[in-house]
């Protein structure tokens, strides 16, 4: 049994992955309408308005960065564009499907088929390498092992990796690291990816070989989706969005 596998066996099924679907003719890959999204904490009378009413449309192959102080609400829009989060109400649109609705499992197969993450701590599975991180959602799926190993080996190749595909998170550089997670977000060959801070644990020099990663898949008519509060990360994009309170206070193109 390979690493994999014996990982496979002992975890839940975290994700399934899916050929691209048929996009629809429209030019939003993603669109909010009248979104809002409340909390409550437990015990707490008080209700914590984290979205507030908004509506956005995001363009397919357009770069966007969405910006705010802490607690302006881009999180909550983040998780919610990544359906790791419901909205208390309002319509959300991913590549035509309106999943505002869907339970857990309706959201963990959308998130496999159609979305690719990447976050600032990078979130890779420390005991398999980074070949066997980029093959574990392929396993779910039940891909062949010689045709994931294939498929891993391709992205590994495309971020340059190649040469520590066998070397395990620790062993890598935080540039490395960051390379080999959006691999992973790339292997389910995603509509729209989503990035939590990307180069938030970077130096400028590997913060800017990630950024011109994200260009590249831009350029390709992938739609990138990017919370930052650096203002050269968020002038890089097509748009940048701008929170506060729960609302949109601009959308601009730099």
Do not use: W
Not at 71 to 78: D, E, H, I, V
Not at 83 to 95: I, K, M, V, W
């Amino acid at each position: 049994m390979s690493d994999v596998e014996a990982f496979a066996e002992n975890s839940p099924a975290i994700m399934s992955v899916q050929s691209e679907a048929n996009r629809p003719s429209t030019s939003a890959i993603a669109s909010i309408r009248k979104l809002v999204k409340t909390y409550r904490k437990p015990g707490a009378s008080v209700e914590v308005h984290a979205i507030r009413s908004v509506s956005i449309d995001f363009l397919e192959g357009e770069s966007v960065a969405i910006c705010g102080a802490s607690g302006s609400g881009k999180s909550t829009m983040l998780n919610i564009l990544g359906c790791l989060d419901r909205p208390t109400s309002g319509e959300y649109l991913l590549d035509g499907t309106d999943v505002s609705e869907f339970d857990d499992d309706g959201l963990s197969q959308i998130r496999g088929e159609r979305i690719g993450f990447v976050f600032q701590s990078f979130n890779l599975i420390q005991q398999l390498t980074v070949l066997e991180n980029l093959e574990v959602p392929l396993f779910y799926q039940g891909v062949p092992p010689q045709k994931r190993r294939e498929s891993a080996e391709a992205l590994i190749a495309r971020v340059g990796l190649t040469d520590r595909a066998d070397h395990r998170p620790m062993e890598l550089s935080g540039g490395q690291q960051q390379r080999a997670a959006i691999a992973r977000a790339l292997i389910n060959n995603p509509v729209i990816i989503l990035a939590d801070e990307p180069t938030g644990n970077l130096d400028t020099a590997t913060g800017d070989m990630i950024l011109e990663i994200f260009d590249e898949l831009r350029a390709e008519g992938r739609t990138v989706i990017m919370v930052t509060h650096e203002p050269d990360v968020a002038e890089r994009c097509d748009r940048i969005v701008t929170m506060r309170d729960g609302k949109i206070i601009s959308d601009t193109r730099p």
